[in-house]
């Protein structure tokens, strides 16, 4: 396992309110993505991070904002939930390497009433 | 742009049954392909993987083949276990190192 931890792993909110979902991990891998898992859709991305400080916008990223200051740790924010941001959110790490292989924390569920 | 196409599910099968998933992909260039899975409850993991044309990815009795005159990269095994009921995932690489994964295809295995 690459060490991924997310958290937190169950959150229920109301809509306009603000939500930070917080990716750790250990394994000291340059990139961090945050995807979103929904029926019908697969995963999808929604923003990641080429290293500290440099992140950029995935397929669906309007309404969130991410943030990198440390290597091993990776913010999502929801500025202003809204309930069709209820998903299953996963933060994934990778080396970079043209292996193109990822691993995954255990999924944050987030439900926006 | 860059994208892949599974077959719907549920996959429905007996135990010691044989399983193809199918797997298109459009993309620029040479990609890599994945099969990733997804166990109940849990993050996805890598299942197999190719990363030239006519490689075959192999790993717990699962194969695929990178079929580059298909665009295709189908999930093969010859006898499904209860223990294999999971979802499973196509992607591929893509631009700065990111994965285009397909919808996703539920398998159940039944006793």
């Known amino acids: 396992d690459a060490g991924i931890t997310q958290s937190p792993r169950h959150k229920v909110t109301e809509t306009g309110t603000p939500v930070t979902l917080r990716c750790h991990q250990t394994?000291?891998?340059?990139?961090m993505y945050w995807y979103r898992q929904d029926p019908g859709h697969g995963l999808r991305l929604i923003h990641y991070s080429y290293g500290v400080k440099d992140t950029d916008k995935g397929e669906v990223s309007d309404g969130y904002s991410v943030s990198r200051s440390k290597t091993e740790d990776f913010l999502l924010t929801l500025e202003s939930a809204t309930s069709s941001q209820t998903s299953v959110y996963f933060c994934?790490?990778?080396?970079?390497?043209?292996?193109?292989?990822?691993?995954f924390g255990e999924g944050s569920r987030l439900t926006v009433l | 742009g860059d994208s892949v196409t599974q077959m719907e599910g549920p996959v429905t099968l007996s135990e010691e049954a044989c399983l193809t998933i199918?797997?298109?992909?459009?993309?620029?260039?040479?990609?890599?392909l994945f099969w990733y899975v997804q166990y109940p409850g849990e993050g996805l993991q890598l299942l197999l993987k190719?990363?030239?044309?006519?490689d075959k990815g192999s790993n717990k009795g699962f194969e695929a083949t990178y079929r580059k005159e298909t665009t295709s990269f189908h999930l093969e095994k010859g006898s499904v276990q209860v223990s294999d009921s999971a979802v499973y995932f196509c992607?591929?690489?893509?631009?700065?190192?990111?994965?285009?994964f397909g919808t996703g295809t539920r398998l159940q295995v039944t006793l």
């Open positions: 994934a790490t990778g080396t970079g390497a043209d292996t193109g292989e990822l691993f």
């Open positions: 394994e000291n891998h340059r990139y």
């Open positions: 199918n797997c298109t992909y459009t993309a620029t260039g040479y990609p890599s």
């Open positions: 992607a591929h690489t893509g631009t700065a190192s990111k994965l285009t």
């Open positions: 190719a990363t030239k044309a006519d």
